[in-house]
Each structure stands twice: as C-alpha cells, then as structure tokens.
C-alpha cells in the first residue's frame, strides 16, 4: 500500500459528520460530498494519506472550487478546547465546575454567588434562535469561508447559552461543527474501512452484517499467516504450502480480508517491479531476447510466448467454492481486482493483481460432479499450426483464451479435488452441515477449519454435530458393529488377511454409520475441540452518571464464529504393543508404600 493518493484507486473519505465514503480517484473529475460541496480530484492525487482538508468557496473565475489543507496545530486546539470543557466532568473531581451527583453543576459566579446549573428546565426550542433557516441559508451563501463564522453568529444569536451545563453546550458547538464546517479527510482503503462502510452507509446484509471484530476473530482463527515472500516453500517442502478454502456469500469480503494477511490484496508495485526487470535484464545478451520464438508464419500462430500462458500459483493461494457459473467478487473492485471487467485497462489491472494468479475459482459441481461439467470435460478442438495460421487474428487469439481458460479449470479442479488445504473458512446463508460434510475431508490434519453466520443457530447445530456425546456415540456403534461381526464372521486364514478384512469392515460400518443423518449429520471424529463465540463492540458513552450505550449505534445481528481443528481418525485397528505388568500394593508399616509386580519384581515410591 502506498502512502499517497494514486489515481484510478479507491479510497476512502471521512466528512466532518464522522460519515465515511469510499470513492474512486478517477483523473480531471469532481467529487461530490454533498452539502459540504465539491472539489477535483487533480487537488488531492499525489498527496499523503490522513491529512484534512477544507472546501473553499468558488470564486466567479474558479471552474471549481479550490481546498485548504488544515494544519495539526488548528485540529489540536480545537480539541484541547472540547476537552477542557469536559474534563473535571469526565473525571468527576470536585471543583468550582464539578458535578455532584453526575447531572448538576456546581457554577461560582463573579460576584461570589453559588449557582446549580442542571438540564432539566432546559428548553430545546427554535424560538431560542433568533436566526432562521432563511438567514443562515443566506450567511451560508454570502463567502463567509469556512464556516466559522457562521458557528460564532448562531452562538451569539442563541439567547439562552448560558444555561446550558459545559458538556452539554459542548456537545452543542460539536454538532454545529459537524453541520457547518465544510472538512474531509483522506484515508487509504484497507478491509477494515471498507467493512465498515458497507455495514454503516450500505446493505449490511450484502456481507452478511460482518463486522470488524468478526473479521479479526476470522483471521485468527484461520490461521492464515503465509506471505507472498513464501513462493519457494513447495519446492522445499515437496508440496504445495499455505492453501485455504473459501465459501464466501458476502460479496469477496472475506477473500479479501485473508488475502490482505497473505499479501495478495495490494496490487504490485509496478514502478519498482519495471526498475528491478531493467537491472536483471541489463546484463543479458541482445540474441537472448526471443531465441525460442518461431520464424515461420505458420508456427508464429501457434506459439504462445511464455509470459502469455496463464500459470496458477500452487502454493500461498486461496481456493474460492461458489454455486453460480462466477463467483461474486464485486467488493474486489475496490482493490484494483475487477476479472468481469469488461474494458480493456480495467481487464490488464485485474491480469497484473497478484489475486490473477493466487485466487482460484470453482463451483460445486466442478468439485462434487466435475464430469457433468462442460468446461471441464470438453476441450477446444485441437487445430494445427496451418490452421492456426489461416485464421484472423480475433479468432486466433479467441482459440487461445478457450484453451488456457480449459487449462486453468482442469488444473485448478483437480488441485482442489486431491486436498491438502491447510484451512476452511465458511461464511454463506446457506446450510453450513452440507458444506462441511464434502470440504472438511480436504483438509490436512492440524487444519482450522471457521465458519461464520449472523445467527447462532445453524452453528449450534455444527457443535451438537461434533460434540464428544455424539462422537462418543459413533465410537461406540463401531466397537458394537465390528464385535458383532467378529463374533458371527467366518474364520480368517492369516493374520494378513485378517487385518485386510478388519479394514474393509471398519471402513463399510463407518460408511453405513455416516449414511444415518438423522443420528450422524457430520463425521464426530474429524474435527477436534468445536467451540463457539462472539465478539461485537459496542461504543459506550462513558460519564459520571451518564454511562450508557451510544443510542445513535447501528443495530443487526450479533454474529458468531465457530471454530475447531482437523483431525486424522485412526484407521483399521489399534494395538497395544509391551509388557504390561500390574502392581499391587502393600504397607511396611514405616509409611512408605512399595510395589510389587505379579511376577515378584518390586518397586517403591516414598509418599511421606
């Protein structure tokens, strides 16, 4: 992420109201902020990051109106004096100011005289104003700047100020700075921020109501921890390391939320990335350039460069599962990775996103039933080098996106359909058990597997599911089937043979076992310690005697995240290898206690 606004990126833009707005910094623009005005995007781009500014009024020979950066200093004295006014309140110490029971206020005036202040008898009325709408409309639109001014008129207009306490005539000023003065920060857009716009100023049922504390308990659990600076790990390890799978219902917030923790969010750095190719290639040879390219027409339009065939990541990848024909990624766009696009710039922004290579697409069909699926059965036509050649440009360059496109999805059905993930994260509306019961077999043992839903009770459901009572059950049910056929079973010739049989039968008992959903919805033995929680924050007002929730606050669903961990059943059957002896116990009358075996060896411990 870089520290200055670039143009054709999101960020993200916080008014003087606390309201936040993401928008897109398109060149020779305007952006509009509502009643605070509106100002060109040239002001802002190559700029740092988390500097206020302030809209100025337009003059007549202005095409648009000019912004004023507002120094630290300003920002600080004006909250120094909201604190001030506040402090000995907030604190509850006692003093000339100090409240006595969280409510009155205790105020010495100058001539010695003791007064209580309190809001009881406080009256909010617009006959208190002596301005109206009408004649602040008109200082509004009079070019008195920043609107300052206006603030000090509507004080000084108000005629009962003064009985108002020093928090409440500083919530007072506060509001009417909110309202008049025409500020805005800029803020890069990271998860967080955008997760928060989307629930407060949009549809939070468009990301399933997911929260910031969500989003953290999510990572966390996930375990998801590899970097983009891990690419050689596979070829050290001998396989492919840090692949998780997703089922994601909220738009590509939680692709994007664990892509940022693997380093796969921002895209490339592309200035650095042209400086570094130009020192790697300086000292290359001229003839090595293109040595393998073809000299024939015919060969030209069968080969394909090297740096045109799309190659998929194996290692530091994360592995999406949908039910449509595409997922749906739209919250992607914001990051500079939008693979609908359909303009030619947005398409080579979304090709060059480290996402283009690290991200991997695949429906449920494609994993459960991928025969029924066409483009995974049936390749384009093999066409020759001749045939290749004798085609228009437009067709030829169609014929090689079909292929690398049929390519790309055996390739990636087939990375998912072997396994090994080292983690699964579920947030869909849809039944949790079902996805659980054909992903959580993918996973390697030690993998995390959570799942997120505005609403407890479908986790509930995963929890009984997996819980040691029914884990307990199933247990038990195989120790009954496997001794029943032990018992009326034909005798076995080896012990060789015996050990296949003892297999084949464990592995027909659990199938059998699994096929009863009533009793046995989820396999109990393959996830370890389910456990359920929450985490929403909630802002509380924090004063003597006023302590409560924020009333203001967005409400919705509270949220839960279940998590366990995966693990590997034994199979075929256990035996317990060495000798066994049992001690008994016996009093020498002097405290201590000595052991000794049935065959005469003894041992003792000193208890005393």
């Not at 003597?544 to 949220?559: D, I, L």
């Amino acid at each position: 992420m870089t520290s200055i606004v670039q143009p054709d990126t999101h960020i993200v833009i916080r008014l003087q109201s606390g309201i936040h707005k993401v928008q897109k910094i398109v060149p020779d623009t305007t952006i509009s902020l509502g009643k605070y005005g509106s100002f060109n995007t040239n002001l802002i781009i190559g700029r740092p990051f988390y500097l206020t500014y302030e809209i100025l009024d337009k003059l007549e020979s202005q095409s648009f109106a000019d912004i004023r950066m507002v120094p630290a200093s300003e920002i600080h004295q004006e909250a120094i004096l909201d604190n001030e006014s506040t402090a000995a309140e907030s604190r509850d110490e006692p003093g000339a100011n100090a409240s006595t029971n969280g409510e009155d206020e205790i105020v010495v005036e100058e001539n010695g005289e003791v007064k209580i202040k309190n809001n009881q008898l406080t009256i909010d009325s617009p006959s208190r104003q002596s301005l109206s709408a009408k004649e602040i409309e008109e200082l509004k639109q009079s070019g008195l700047g920043s609107g300052k001014e206006i603030i000090a008129k509507i004080m000084q207009s108000h005629s009962h100020l003064d009985e108002k306490t020093a928090f409440s005539l500083s919530k007072y000023i506060l509001r009417k700075r909110k309202k008049y003065l025409k500020r805005f920060t800029i803020l890069p857009l990271d998860v967080t921020a955008l997760a928060t716009w989307v629930v407060n100023e949009k549809d939070a049922s468009r990301t399933m109501e997911l929260r910031e504390e969500h989003l953290g308990l999510i990572n966390c659990w996930s375990n998801v921890h590899c970097s983009s600076t891990f690419g050689g790990l596979d070829d050290i390890l001998g396989e492919p390391v840090g692949r998780w799978l997703i089922v994601d219902d909220t738009g590509g917030l939680i692709v994007a939320s664990l892509a940022e923790k693997m380093g796969l969010l921002q895209p490339y750095d592309e200035e650095a990335e042209a400086e570094e190719e130009a020192e790697d290639t300086k000292e290359l040879p001229e003839s090595n350039t293109d040595a393998a390219a073809p000299q024939t027409p015919a060969a030209r339009a069968a080969y394909i460069r090297p740096d045109e065939i799309h190659q998929t990541s194996t290692s530091n990848t994360l592995t999406l599962l949908h039910p449509a024909t595409q997922p749906n990624l739209s919250l992607l766009a914001n990051f500079g990775y939008d693979p609908s696009a359909s303009s030619p710039t947005t398409l080579a922004q979304a090709h060059a996103h480290p996402l283009h290579t690290h991200l991997h697409t695949l429906s449920f069909l494609q994993l459960l039933h991928p025969e029924l699926d066409t483009a995974y059965t049936t390749p384009p036509p093999p066409l020759t080098a001749d045939d290749l050649a004798s085609m228009k440009t437009s067709k030829r360059s169609t014929y090689h996106r079909k292929r690398r496109r049929y390519e790309r999805t055996r390739r990636v059905v087939d990375q998912a359909r072997a396994g090994g993930f080292d983690g699964l994260v579920i947030a869909t509306s849809t039944e949790p058990i079902g996805i659980l019961d054909r992903t959580v077999p993918l996973l390697k043992g030690g993998a995390q597997v959570v799942v997120y839903s505005p609403y407890v009770e479908p986790l509930v459901e995963i929890v009984d599911a997996y819980s040691s009572a029914r884990k307990g059950a199933f247990m038990s049910a195989i120790v009954t089937a496997s001794t029943t056929i032990r018992t009326t079973g034909a005798p076995l010739m080896t012990t060789q043979t015996e050990d296949m049989d003892m297999e084949k039968s464990m592995s027909d008992i659990t199938t059998a076992l699994l096929a009863n959903k009533d009793d046995f919805p989820l396999d109990p033995r393959l996830l370890l310690a389910p456990t359920l929680q929450t985490a929403r924050a909630r802002e509380w007002q924090v004063l003597p005697g006023r302590t409560h929730p924020v009333m203001t606050s967005k409400g919705g669903a509270e949220g839960y995240v279940f998590t366990g961990t995966k693990v590997v059943p034994v199979e075929g059957r256990v035996e317990a290898r060495g000798r066994f002896t049992k001690k008994r116990k016996v009093d020498n009358g002097v405290g201590v206690v000595v052991g000794e075996d049935d065959e005469g060896d003894g041992g003792g411990v000193r208890l005393g």
